[in-house]
């Protein structure tokens, strides 16, 4: 698969915190409950306390705020500390998720819920939110696949010619024979042709597996035209863009399902990009070999096809670093006994982070570790030597 999609979703995150600041606060592990954080300039007990705020926050969700629909106790008195008295923002807040299931609002309206604080859309970041940039793909027919109102998902993102599984497997009921119950009694030849599907668009896990993995392969194999026998050559086949390849999660499950091949992972990575985006500029080449840990030379290729269209939308980004906040709220234990050689505890053969990316383990490694994020927001505040001239709001 082209799995294009994920190795951006650091630029997007330049874009989504474009706000002429010098600093961000990132929150990454949703599996392991990360909360992260940036700072730039001077800090330290001994620094000037800062009234402005140079710094903003990224917060994961599952882990961090919330254990699947049930509120974690230290984000409400978190979030008490980031308003003033009229119930606005101190400092920048975007929300990151893995989420691709729902529109950016109506997860805004859930957090603003669990919360007890005002949220816009325009804080929320999902899985699927940098497809907004794939805009040559947007008057193109895609192929969507996931759960939710996908239609309206890809629409809002700015797909015109969006097109699901059901409707897919409407128009070719012979492609889909596993569930027998399903099987059509009568055939009939499809009363409109749909046009050539040229990317196929994975926005998170669909309920039924069989029958979206089975058209998404038929969809690759005939190079768009499903209802089309296989031809000799199926390579290169369409792009896939694959929004979310986690499929490890905690919820309110009793075991840990989670990933921080993903979270902590992308926030250090996020903070290598930064590092060296200035220099970037007169070496793309070498730069986005480095960061996507020495992958294959079409992919870096691609990278800088893509940047070209991109560039000024990210132009106006001012982050300079991104530090990792690992709480201990989700499936990571403190308690845990480590190795006295570090290098037995990485005995996994299978590197469970983005297929596009070689493994680091200097990237798995969180800057700091914290109870919650209660503990998160002031290790922060302290780390900027930040101090409101604002009254706490209080619920």
């Known amino acids: ?10 630029r997007s995150l330049q874009r989504a915190v474009a706000t002429g600041l010098s600093g961000l606060c990132s929150s990454a592990d949703p599996s392991a409950a990360a909360a992260a954080a940036a700072a730039s300039g001077e800090s330290g007990p001994g620094a000037k306390l800062n009234v402005q705020p140079t710094f903003g926050f990224l917060f994961d969700i599952d882990g961090v705020l919330v254990r699947g629909k049930t509120p974690i106790p230290a984000a409400r008195k978190a979030f008490q500390k980031l308003l003033n ?222 940047d070209n269209t991109w560039e000024s939308e990210l132009a106006s980004a001012t982050a300079t670093s991104c530090r990792s906040v690992l709480v201990c709220t989700g499936v990571y234990n403190p308690h845990t006994e480590v190795p006295f050689d570090t290098r037995e505890s990485i005995t996994e053969t299978v590197f469970h982070g983005h297929r596009d990316f070689r493994f680091d383990p200097a990237l798995v490694e969180p800057d700091h570790i914290v109870p919650d994020v209660d503990a998160a927001v002031d290790l922060i505040f302290q780390l900027e030597n930040f101090a409101s001239n604002e009254n706490h709001w209080t619920s």
């Open 85 to 306: 008295s009229q119930g606005q923002f101190l400092v920048p807040v975007v929300f990151v998720t893995n989420a691709g299931n729902c529109l950016r609002q109506k997860k805004a309206d859930q957090l603003s819920h669990v919360l007890g604080v005002p949220i816009s859309q325009d804080q929320v970041m999902m899985s699927h939110s940098p497809l907004r940039m794939f805009k040559r793909f947007h008057d193109k027919c895609v192929l969507v696949s996931g759960q939710g109102p996908l239609l309206e998902i890809a629409e809002q993102l700015g797909f015109c010619q969006p097109i699901t599984i059901d409707k897919l497997r409407e128009t070719y009921p012979l492609l889909d024979m596993v569930d027998h119950d399903r099987r059509p009694k009568v055939l009939h030849p499809p009363a409109v042709q749909l046009p050539k599907i040229e990317a196929v668009v994975l926005f998170g896990e669909p309920v039924r597996w069989e029958t979206n993995l089975q058209l998404i392969i038929d969809v690759l194999l005939t190079s768009g035209y499903p209802g089309n026998p296989y031809p000799q050559a199926t390579h290169p086949h369409i792009p896939v863009l694959a929004c979310n390849m986690d499929l490890m999660w905690v919820a309110e499950a009793q075991s840990p399902r989670d990933n921080l091949m993903t979270d902590i992972y992308g926030a250090n990575l996020y903070n290598r990009y930064l590092e060296e985006k200035n220099p970037r500029r007169g070496s793309k080449a070498r730069i986005q070999a480095k960061a996507a840990g020495g992958t294959r030379s079409a992919t870096i290729s691609q990278e800088e096809e893509l």
């Open 1 to 10: 698969m082209q799995g294009v999609l994920l190795p951006l979703l650091c």
